[in-house]
């Protein structure tokens, strides 16, 4: 290199690096942290939570749930349902605009819903609309229009179902029942999700994939605006990172590390700070039940026998988190609570003798995150001590997911979060023998007193006849044991001293972001 | 080059093919049936054989496309042609820090082989190698953001987000640098030209850089673009700690997922930026040593 490129070489370097710089704090932004990029923002294809949360505060459903989780009004302002709950019929407000300032009408729903039931379309969220009446014909593509949607007049909407449905309002206050406006969809396509236009209290108006998402309080809104001027949410990878971020006041709410707990549990400064919230979650080791060894009852209920979960929830966990007795969790169980398996390590020795399970390896499949691997070693221990041989195997997310659905371990490590808070979505996903592997039976249980049970409770007319049914149902899958049940995680944020009315939600969609404020 | 990236493109898409996991999986997230998971991969043209769907990715390079994602429907080439410039200036900061610096260090601990100065070099860039930077990238964030208060902990940005994760990305290659320099400036100082030039009377200062330094200068550049192309090809670890939107995040995310355009595509920048940096360090010999020609047969 000569001399005279030295300088222009340095320049150069130099307008790489000043290029492009963001600004830091919004003033009236709540600055929020995500720990990945929400994969899109379109409702027909969100599956991941922090999709949802982002999409609760861009759109609207029919319905929505409130704080204690009962379904209230939101677009729709009453709806009316046949005596054999199998027609609902909506009936919207009027004057709710898009954020392109466009009325919303009955056919928007009608379009919407059409759209995620699209036999072209690739929307993995078919199961939340397809107990319309016509659903499969349309998703098979053997008609043109879903026959159970109907706009009965500009402001009237009529869903009518196959057959009822107990939980059928929760499935509509899901992401992939939000309203959108057909105009922007066509002119997007593909882009629609970097370009949503809802009818929700805010409007995205930036989004640096992988570093930010800004969003502006949308002035149009039909019920009482957003107290916020907007809300920045910052895409912070590392834990430790986000943590530094909040002490230097670029955050506002981080959810606690499980690292970090204690110290802030224990500060002075920050231990009034904390919110926390019994999620709607189990968290689990799930059997193979379609084959030995715990094809057998007695085999899985002696592995359940031999680990003392109250014990690894309290020293492991600091007891954040309620251990579980079965699979609802609960707080949506409206029935007694049934009898938790007990920790007694002889008893599970002789059962483990009487079921000839030890001396063979049993694979228990794992994914490659260091919380789990923990929780893993320390299972394998309970379970060696008891005389069992336990292998390990470490997979990463994509790899154990189609293990798992495929049936190749003997127990596996795995939690289930709410879709809706219904005890319905504890139960047929994941016991239902209709729903073997990447339905959500990932145990391959199966037993057809569990499945009717199940399906009487989503027959049923009213909420105490689905509880009878669910309860049941719970009951023998208890003693079944296809899982041993370990806990429901309860989730703690912390927040700065200056945000007001903060609260953390249950349900991701409750949070519409209306409440908060400075 | 073409033969090179046809070879390459034929052995990344078997590679991706053959990784266990499955994409439609993580799509439909956590219940789905059996026939919406047939649905989507009949849409992705996961359902035909590996040989059509190869031809399939083949025509649509041709087109000059790299698809889209199957889990943001975002555009593969959008995202990195916004990626790459991120990635780029992370790496040319980084390698702004660790060439002149690591030259330097391992130059002065050469010229004081054996004393204090040099063990003390030494021994930093026996540490700067072992280090790893999540540790070392914390430890700086600590200092710098928290205690105090220079820089911010992390984001994508300007000059001011850029600083604390190139300094934590220069670390390990600034100590192999001053480790190859020092190694081949003891090698160079035993030549019999450099004894020549002291004998010839030339200060001290002009044989260190005219003869010393430029003839070590080759086995540093050959360092210094190895280590410039694995930056090119994005940082995982300091970019995630210090959540810079680089192309090293990019690619671990679509390798986590099984998004294979988003693989395919980084797989095969990541091969372009590769080869063009080995074929300007090839250059750069050149013009450092005369001897090291573009065509063999010129003399």
């Given at each position: 290199?000569?001399?005279?490129?030295?300088?222009?070489?340095?320049?150069?370097?130099?307008?790489?690096?000043?290029?492009?710089?963001?600004?830091?704090?919004?003033?009236?932004?709540?600055?929020?942290?995500?720990?990945?990029?929400?994969?899109t923002?379109?409702?027909?294809?969100?599956?991941?939570?922090?999709?949802?949360?982002?999409?609760?505060?861009?759109?609207?459903?029919?319905?929505?749930?409130?704080?204690?989780?009962?379904?209230?009004?939101?677009?729709?302002?009453?709806?009316?349902?046949?005596?054999?709950?199998?027609?609902?019929?909506?009936?919207?407000?009027?004057?709710?605009?898009?954020?392109?300032?466009?009325?919303?009408?009955?056919?928007?729903?009608?379009?919407?819903?059409?759209?995620?039931?699209?036999?072209?379309?690739?929307?993995?969220?078919?199961?939340?609309?397809?107990?319309?009446?016509?659903?499969?014909e349309?998703?098979?593509?053997?008609?043109?229009?879903?026959?159970g949607?109907?706009?009965?007049?500009?402001?009237?909407?009529?869903?009518?179902?196959?057959?009822?449905?107990?939980?059928?309002?929760?499935?509509?206050?899901?992401?992939?029942?939000?309203?959108?406006?057909?105009?922007?969809v066509?002119k997007?396509?593909?882009?629609?999700?970097?370009?949503?236009v809802?009818?929700?209290?805010?409007?995205?108006?930036?989004?640096?994939?992988?570093?930010?998402?800004?969003?502006?309080?949308y002035?149009?809104?039909?019920?009482?605006?957003?107290?916020?001027?907007?809300?920045?949410?910052?895409?912070?990878?590392?834990?430790?990172?986000?943590?530094?971020?909040?002490?230097?006041?670029?955050?506002?709410?981080?959810?606690?590390?499980?690292?970090?707990?204690?110290?802030?549990r224990?500060?002075?400064?920050?231990?009034?700070?904390?919110?926390?919230?019994?999620?709607?979650?189990?968290?689990?080791?799930?059997?193979?039940?379609?084959r030995?060894?715990?094809?057998?009852?007695?085999?899985?209920?002696?592995?359940?026998?031999?680990?003392?979960?109250?014990?690894?929830?309290?020293?492991?966990?600091?007891?954040?988190?309620?251990?579980?007795?079965?699979?609802?969790?609960?707080l949506?169980?409206?029935?007694?609570?049934?009898?938790?398996?007990?920790?007694?390590?002889?008893?599970?020795?002789?059962?483990?003798?009487?079921?000839?399970?030890?001396?063979?390896?049993?694979?228990?499949?794992?994914?490659?995150?260091?919380?789990?691997?923990?929780?893993?070693?320390?299972?394998?221990?309970y379970?060696?001590?008891?005389?069992?041989?336990v292998?390990?195997?470490?997979?990463?997310?994509?790899?154990?997911?189609?293990a798992?659905?495929?049936?190749?371990?003997?127990?596996?490590?795995?939690?289930?979060w709410?879709d809706?808070?219904?005890?319905?979505n504890?139960?047929?996903?994941?016991?239902?023998?209709?729903?073997?592997?990447?339905?959500?039976?990932?145990?391959r249980?199966?037993?057809?007193?569990?499945?009717?049970?199940?399906?009487?409770?989503?027959?049923?007319?009213?909420i105490?006849?689905?509880?009878?049914?669910?309860?049941?149902?719970?009951?023998?899958?208890?003693?079944?044991?296809?899982?041993?049940?370990?806990?429901?995680k309860?989730?703690?944020?912390?927040?700065?001293?200056f945000?007001?009315?903060?609260?953390?939600?249950?349900?991701?969609?409750?949070d519409?972001?209306?409440?908060?404020?400075? | 080059?073409?033969?090179?990236?046809?070879?390459?493109?034929?052995?990344?898409?078997?590679?991706?093919?053959?990784?266990?996991g499955?994409?439609?999986?993580?799509?439909?997230?956590?219940?789905?049936?059996?026939?919406?998971?047939?649905?989507?991969?009949?849409?992705?043209?996961?359902?035909?054989?590996?040989?059509?769907q190869?031809?399939?990715?083949?025509?649509?390079?041709?087109?000059?496309?790299?698809?889209?994602?199957?889990?943001t429907?975002?555009?593969?080439?959008?995202?990195?042609?916004?990626?790459?410039?991120?990635?780029?200036?992370?790496?040319?900061?980084?390698?702004l820090?660790?060439?002149?610096?690591?030259?330097?260090?391992?130059?002065i601990?050469?010229?004081?082989?054996?004393?204090?100065?040099?063990?003390?070099?030494?021994?930093?860039s026996?540490?700067?190698?072992?280090?790893?930077?999540?540790?070392?990238?914390?430890?700086?964030?600590?200092?710098?953001?928290?205690?105090?208060?220079?820089?911010?902990?992390?984001?994508?940005?300007?000059?001011?987000?850029?600083?604390?994760?190139?300094?934590?990305?220069?670390?390990?290659?600034?100590?192999?640098?001053?480790?190859?320099?020092?190694?081949?400036v003891?090698?160079v100082?035993?030549?019999?030209?450099?004894?020549?030039?002291?004998?010839?009377?030339?200060?001290?200062a002009?044989i260190?850089?005219?003869?010393?330094?430029?003839?070590?200068?080759?086995?540093?550049?050959?360092?210094?673009?190895?280590?410039?192309?694995?930056?090119?090809?994005?940082?995982?670890?300091?970019?995630?700690?210090?959540?810079?939107?680089?192309?090293?995040?990019?690619?671990?995310?679509?390798?986590?997922?099984?998004?294979?355009?988003?693989?395919?595509?980084?797989?095969?920048?990541?091969?372009?930026?590769?080869?063009?940096?080995?074929?300007?360090?090839?250059?750069?010999?050149?013009?450092?040593?005369?001897?090291?020609?573009?065509?063999?047969?010129?003399?």
């Amino acid at each position: 290199m000569k001399r005279a490129d030295l300088p222009i070489f340095f320049c150069l370097c130099l307008f790489f690096l000043s290029a492009c710089s963001t600004g830091d704090r919004r003033e009236g932004h709540l600055h929020v942290r995500l720990n990945v990029n929400p994969t899109t923002l379109d409702p027909a294809h969100i599956v991941d939570v922090t999709g949802g949360i982002i999409a609760a505060k861009l759109f609207n459903g029919l319905v929505r749930l409130d704080e204690s989780l009962e379904i209230i009004p939101d677009l729709a302002e009453s709806w009316d349902i046949s005596p054999d709950r199998t027609v609902y019929t909506f009936h919207l407000r009027r004057g709710v605009t898009f954020s392109n300032n466009r009325e919303v009408t009955a056919s928007d729903f009608k379009y919407s819903f059409e759209r995620i039931l699209d036999p072209a379309g690739k929307s993995p969220n078919t199961w939340v609309l397809d107990k319309i009446a016509g659903a499969d014909e349309y998703l098979k593509g053997k008609a043109g229009s879903v026959a159970g949607i109907e706009a009965l007049d500009a402001y009237t909407v009529r869903l009518r179902l196959a057959k009822p449905f107990s939980p059928f309002l929760n499935l509509l206050t899901m992401t992939a029942a939000y309203v959108l406006p057909q105009e922007e969809v066509g002119k997007r396509g593909n882009d629609f999700s970097a370009h949503p236009v809802g009818t929700g209290p805010f409007i995205l108006t930036e989004w640096k994939h992988n570093n930010r998402l800004v969003l502006e309080r949308y002035e149009g809104y039909y019920d009482k605006k957003a107290k916020l001027k907007g809300i920045v949410y910052r895409i912070v990878p590392e834990d430790l990172t986000a943590v530094v971020e909040f002490e230097l006041g670029n955050l506002d709410v981080i959810s606690i590390p499980a690292s970090e707990f204690r110290r802030f549990r224990e500060s002075a400064k920050w231990k009034d700070l904390i919110s926390s919230m019994p999620g709607i979650n189990t968290y689990y080791l799930g059997f193979h039940c379609g084959r030995p060894p715990f094809n057998e009852p007695k085999a899985r209920k002696a592995v359940s026998l031999a680990i003392d979960r109250e014990k690894i929830l309290a020293t492991y966990y600091e007891n954040r988190g309620r251990p579980a007795a079965g699979p609802v969790p609960d707080l949506l169980r409206r029935w007694a609570s049934p009898e938790p398996m007990p920790y007694d390590r002889e008893a599970a020795k002789k059962m483990i003798r009487e079921t000839g399970l030890q001396g063979r390896p049993l694979w228990f499949y794992v994914t490659a995150d260091q919380e789990v691997i923990d929780i893993a070693e320390i299972i394998q221990d309970y379970l060696e001590k008891a005389g069992l041989i336990v292998r390990i195997k470490q997979l990463e997310w994509s790899a154990y997911k189609a293990a798992i659905n495929n049936g190749e371990a003997d127990m596996f490590w795995i939690s289930w979060w709410a879709d809706y808070p219904d005890p319905e979505n504890f139960l047929f996903p994941l016991f239902h023998s209709s729903n073997h592997g990447p339905g959500g039976n990932r145990t391959r249980y199966t037993n057809k007193t569990v499945d009717f049970l199940i399906e009487a409770g989503q027959m049923a007319l009213n909420i105490p006849g689905s509880a009878k049914s669910y309860e049941r149902a719970e009951k023998i899958i208890v003693e079944e044991a296809p899982w041993v049940f370990f806990w429901h995680k309860t989730d703690f944020t912390l927040r700065q001293p200056f945000v007001r009315n903060y609260k953390i939600y249950p349900i991701y969609s409750i949070d519409k972001g209306l409440e908060v404020s400075f | 080059m073409a033969p090179l990236l046809a070879g390459i493109t034929f052995v990344t898409f078997s590679l991706t093919k053959a990784l266990p996991g499955d994409p439609v999986y993580g799509m439909v997230a956590e219940r789905s049936s059996p026939e919406i998971i047939e649905k989507i991969r009949k849409e992705l043209g996961a359902d035909k054989s590996v040989v059509r769907q190869y031809a399939g990715y083949v025509t649509l390079l041709a087109k000059g496309e790299l698809g889209r994602s199957y889990f943001t429907n975002r555009e593969v080439m959008a995202d990195i042609s916004v990626k790459f410039p991120n990635t780029m200036r992370l790496a040319f900061a980084a390698m702004l820090i660790a060439a002149p610096l690591g030259i330097f260090l391992g130059f002065i601990s050469a010229k004081n082989k054996g004393r204090a100065a040099d063990r003390i070099i030494t021994m930093l860039s026996v540490s700067g190698i072992s280090v790893p930077v999540f540790w070392s990238g914390l430890l700086l964030m600590l200092l710098f953001s928290l205690r105090l208060r220079y820089l911010p902990p992390s984001g994508t940005g300007g000059i001011r987000y850029l600083l604390l994760p190139a300094l934590t990305l220069s670390l390990p290659a600034l100590a192999s640098l001053v480790r190859v320099t020092r190694v081949t400036v003891l090698d160079v100082i035993q030549m019999p030209f450099v004894r020549t030039a002291r004998a010839k009377g030339l200060s001290e200062a002009g044989i260190s850089l005219i003869h010393v330094l430029k003839n070590a200068l080759i086995p540093v550049i050959t360092v210094i673009g190895l280590e410039f192309g694995s930056y090119l090809n994005g940082a995982v670890l300091t970019e995630t700690i210090f959540g810079w939107d680089g192309l090293g995040r990019y690619a671990m995310e679509g390798i986590i997922k099984r998004d294979y355009p988003v693989i395919m595509g980084c797989l095969l920048i990541g091969t372009i930026i590769f080869i063009s940096v080995n074929l300007l360090v090839d250059i750069i010999y050149h013009f450092i040593d005369p001897r090291v020609r573009l065509h063999g047969s010129e003399r």
